[in-house]
């Protein structure tokens, strides 16, 4: 994947050299979900390549991607063929670099069992169809809480960039997700979406644009 090279400072343009707008992606990177991990970021680079048909907008995207670092990292994310001296200080001073960071709060513990957690017990017609429900579904629930892996390293990411003054926009993996981070002390000061398209839709990387590195009209 071809991003823009972040050491370009500016876009070449019509009359003007526009700045460029660097920012850092974080989230999850697992390989039990890999394609979910880095399509999220593969729709939002994709749009600013050639935006509104106009060439690309003066955007520059730091993330894993960038190292290939999801080539080979493991089904929980814990190691990739990259030294993790290496990872944590390449992906600091990508942070420090960056103007502003995206997250994607999605730590996919709820893949697999999205069917678990829509039921109701208005759902059963006895108390023994329930209970045979749940019995067949408790060792694959049980999977899924012992081998999940936390967002950590967002975490961690996000805490980084708040201290550094950064502006930062949470991707909320659900609606239940959303409502909490909007109420959490600490990360409801940050810009929060329920989803990717959301913040598309309100083209807030638009406006961080101009607000922080100069102006497109449109």
Same mark, same amino acid.
């Given at each position: 994947m071809n991003?823009? #090279?972040?050491?370009?400072?500016?876009a070449n343009s019509k009359g003007i050299d526009l700045p460029i707008l660097t920012i850092y992606?974080?989230?999850k990177i697992c390989g039990e979900?890999?394609?979910?991990?880095?399509?999220?970021?593969?729709?939002?680079? #994709?749009?600013?390549?050639?935006y509104n048909g106009k060439g690309a907008y003066p955007v520059a995207f730091l993330s894993a991607l960038n190292s290939k670092e999801s080539d080979s990292v493991d089904k929980l994310g814990l190691t990739s063929a990259l030294d993790p001296s290496l990872i944590f200080l390449k992906d600091l001073l990508s942070i420090q670099k960056a103007d502003a960071l995206i997250a994607?709060?999605?730590?996919?513990?709820?893949?697999g069992i999205e069917d678990l957690l829509k039921v109701k017990p208005?759902?059963? #017609?006895?108390?023994?169809?329930?209970?045979?429900f749940y019995q067949d579904n408790f060792y694959k629930l049980q999977?899924?809480?012992?081998?999940?892996?936390?967002n950590w390293g967002t975490l961690l990411e996000i805490g980084?960039?708040?201290?550094?003054?950064?502006?930062?926009?949470?991707?909320?993996? #659900?609606?239940?997700?959303?409502?909490?981070?909007?109420?959490?002390?600490?990360?409801?000061?940050?810009?929060?979406?329920?989803?990717?398209?959301e913040l598309l839709e309100k083209k807030i990387i638009n406006i961080l644009y101009k607000a922080i590195s100069g102006a497109i009209y449109e």
């Open positions: 991003l823009p #090279n972040p050491d370009i400072k500016f992606m974080a989230g979900h890999i394609d979910k991990c880095l399509n999220w970021q593969h729709t939002i680079v #994709n749009i600013y390549r050639n994607n709060m999605n730590d996919y513990l709820e893949e208005s759902d059963f #017609n006895c108390a023994f169809e329930a209970a045979q999977k899924r809480i012992i081998n999940h892996r936390s980084f960039a708040m201290y550094m003054q950064k502006p930062i926009i949470l991707i909320a993996a #659900n609606k239940r997700q959303e409502e909490m981070l909007k109420k959490h002390p600490f990360l409801k000061r940050n810009t929060i979406v329920g989803s990717v398209e």
